[in-house]
């Protein structure tokens, strides 16, 4: 089984990036056979785990997001990122904690493969 890391640092909805991301951590987390899933979530990427989003579309982010937690995967948001966006634990998905560097650094070294996005 391989552990696949994959951080975000994209705008939710500014491009295309955070939904390649979560199309990505949805097809993987799909495999639980094969993979294990990480998300980490940086920068303005941290609002993509927010609760109760309207963006007008047939599906959100968000909801991606939460479909992969339903398979398995494991979703943090970085702390200093969310912090400086006045966002807190009350303020995301269920299933989504706030992390920090060291978590991200050992999620690194454990993983075999690091995708960015």
Known sequence: ???????????PYGSERTLS?????LTLSSRP???????????DATVTAM???QTGAVSSLGEMLREVLVNGGIA???RTCAD????????LLEGVGIGTMPELADWTLEADKVVSF
């Open 21 to 25: 991301a979560l199309r990505l951590a």
């Open 33 to 43: 056979e094969q993979c294990k899933v990480k998300l980490f979530l940086l920068s």
């Open 1 to 11: 089984m391989q552990n696949i890391l994959i951080t975000v640092n994209s705008s």
């Open 51 to 53: 609760k109760q989003q």
């Open 76 to 78: 943090k948001v970085c």
């Open 84 to 91: 400086a966006r006045g966002i807190n634990e009350q303020h």
